[in-house]
């Protein structure tokens, strides 16, 4: 069987369109939504919302590493022009989930899906086709595919954000949880990486981004053939192996516009 996986689609909806093409089924490891685009600040929801000149200066500042305050400060005075900032953002994530699970259903393929740290995971329509895979493992080929969404932040760190949009972060402790409590699996799914420094840098910003000790060590001692991944778009490296485990960033499908091939054959 061959499967495409991608991540960190954010909001490429043509390009999500082709992504299952010669595939006998699609694995989406989150980040759907288009929050702040860093590259094009006339794209994503921050633009559409407060414009695109307070979507470029959030993104100056997360690129020099300003303070959180100050990058806080700036969306809070920008969201005082709504009556309610949470419904307006609402209605723009479900309008996006719209297009792009219409994509995801449209597809002549099964589709398994998890949320990344910028999805709203409640907001995700049933789709015929899609399948909300976050915290299960699946029989796929005959293949035990366990799935993780979301991203662990520190240990002692509230995953709770001010503003009207909730980024999709877990405590530590929940994460990891969540992670002890899939059964075995073959082929690990999860939109952070483990906890390798390699895998972890992300060379535009020039820093190390969120990723999961438990994770790698869960990979080391249960050896599946693969552990996928994304979350960091310009890793220093996209593949590394720990043991048998080939440890793969499947790539940030936005820019790149192309899935991860993995083949799964034999089953157990």
Do not use: K
């Not at 794209?43 to 307070?54: E, F, K, T, Y």
């Not at 029989?139 to 979301?150: D, K, P, Q, S, Y």
């Not at 991203?151 to 760190?157: C, F, R, S, Y």
């Not at 991944?229 to 996209?238: A, E, N, S, T, W």
């Amino acid at each position: 069987m061959r499967l495409h996986v991608v991540s960190d689609v954010h909001g490429n909806a043509r390009a999500l369109a082709r992504a299952a093409a010669g595939a006998d089924g699609l694995v989406v490891l989150g980040d759907l939504l288009e929050f702040v685009d860093y590259r094009d600040p006339d794209n994503g929801i921050i633009s559409r919302l407060l414009g695109a000149g307070v979507a470029a200066e959030f993104g100056r500042m997360r690129r020099v590493g300003a303070p959180r305050a100050q990058m806080l400060g700036l969306l809070e005075r920008s969201w005082a022009r709504f009556a309610d900032p949470a419904a307006a953002v609402e209605e723009a994530v479900r309008e996006e989930y719209a297009t792009l699970f219409g994509v995801l259903g449209a597809l002549d393929v099964p589709v398994w899906a998890i949320p990344g740290n910028v999805d709203v995971p409640a907001a995700w329509p049933d789709t015929d086709g899609v399948t909300a895979a976050d915290g299960r493992v699946i029989e796929i080929a005959g293949h035990r595919v366990g799935f993780l969404g979301g991203v662990p932040l520190p240990a002692g760190i509230d995953p709770r954000r001010p503003g009207p949009w909730q980024p999709h972060f877990l405590t530590h402790e929940d994460w990891t949880a969540r992670l002890a409590a899939l059964g075995p699996a073959d082929v690990l799914c999860t939109h952070v990486p483990p906890a390798v420094p390699e895998l972890v840098y992300d060379v535009v910003t020039r820093r190390g981004e969120l990723a999961s000790a438990p994770l790698t060590a869960r990979i080391r001692s249960e050896q599946p053939s693969h552990a996928l991944f994304g979350h960091v778009h310009q890793p220093l490296h996209r593949r590394a192996r720990a043991g048998r485990t080939e440890c793969v960033n499947v790539g940030h499908f936005r820019a790149l516009e192309t899935p991860y091939v993995l083949h799964l054959s034999g089953g157990r």
